[in-house]
């Protein structure tokens, strides 16, 4: 099976000290090594406001993480590991390599079009200048 | 001198309108609704004029976007109304592809907590403001009684206030 790229996003309780999150941390490290899996980024976004509440917390931590991975297990795997952990209140993983593809594309396509077109981009356009020209005129008498 | 001064300041402005009128045909088209109301007084402007629109372009687009990220909860809420319904394309002039990942990014992050599914963040907030607010005994006693018949915005309230008479 081809590799695929996750991204997997969690938020922990406001108050939670930087231990645990470590903890939280290395639990996920360990589930991914185990299924040869790799931690591609990890960001800590820090406390931001929640958009709503989530078990009766109007902030959270983010933490964000890119997660490369041959076995579709492994994001199982993440995902029951932190349903279990009690400072977790909330995570979500996206599969983001086709959303890659689609953008390497895209943007292959648009380099192209580029390529092509640079020949019409060379024309003047003198018209607003002689209205510019007599517009301050009366104003200023 | 003065006559001269009259006549050229309108002219200047007449050099702005037709030029506009001719660009875009976003005019015509609206003329029946507000139309009327702006234009009437002053004699120079006739109408259309105001309904210039200007041309609205794809945001994504213009910065050769090939993805909307989730994850830009800043950029995001651009496009959600207030109470965090998505916009449609006709107000935001977002071409139809990207509006097709933006609702998508836009999903994704009302499912983080990032944007709000229903409900802005500080619209949540006020009515728990009002509750805590003292004063809950006194007010309880007189609403209690109308609750029902009450709209539901007052309604809502006393509810908050019954219940804390009874703990």
Redesign the interface.
């Known amino acids: 099976m081809q590799e695929r790229l996750y ?1 997997l ?1 969690f ?1 922990v309780r406001p108050a939670t000290p930087e231990e645990d999150i470590k903890k939280v941390l290395t639990t996920l490290e360990h589930t991914v090594a185990e299924k040869n899996g790799k931690i591609e980024k990890t960001e800590h976004w820090g406390t ?7 078990a009766k917390h ?1 902030e ?1 931590i983010y933490v ?1 993480q890119q997660i490369r991975t041959e076995h579709g297990e492994l994001i199982a795997e993440l995902e029951r590991r932190l349903r279990v952990q009690d400072v977790v209140i ?1 995570y ?1 993983t ?1 599969r983001l390599d086709e ?2 593809k ?3 594309k ?2 292959g396509k ?1 380099e192209k079009r580029a390529a092509r077109r640079p020949k019409r981009t060379a024309t003047p356009a003198p018209v607003p200048a002689p ?1 510019a020209a ?2 301050p005129a ?2 200023a ?1 | 001198m003065a006559d001269e001064q009259r006549q050229s300041a309108p002219s200047g402005g007449g050099h702005g309108a037709p030029r506009r009128e001719g660009g875009g045909h976003g005019g015509p088209r609206r003329e029946g609704g507000p139309g009327g109301g702006p234009g009437g007084p002053g004699g120079p402007r006739r109408g259309k004029r105001q309904f210039f629109r200007k041309k609205k372009v794809c945001k994504f687009c213009v910065e050769k976007m090939d993805m909307v990220d989730y994850k830009r909860a800043d950029i995001l809420s651009q496009f959600v109304q207030e109470r965090g319904k998505i916009l449609p394309r006709r107000m935001t002039g977002v071409c139809s592809r990207h509006q097709r990942w933006l609702g998508v990014a836009i999903k994704r992050a009302r499912n983080i907590a990032l944007l709000p599914f229903a409900g802005s963040a500080s619209g949540t907030q006020q009515p728990r403001q009002v509750v805590p607010a003292g004063t809950a005994p006194a007010h309880a006693a007189p609403t209690a009684g109308i609750s029902h018949a009450a709209t539901p915005a007052a309604a809502a309230a006393p509810a908050a206030h019954e219940e804390t008479p009874n703990s």
């Open positions: 991204d996003i938020i931001r406001k929640l958009a709503y509440r989530v109007r959270g964000y909330k979500m996206v959303d890659i689609r953008q390497k895209l943007g648009r209205v007599q517009e009366p104003a008498s």
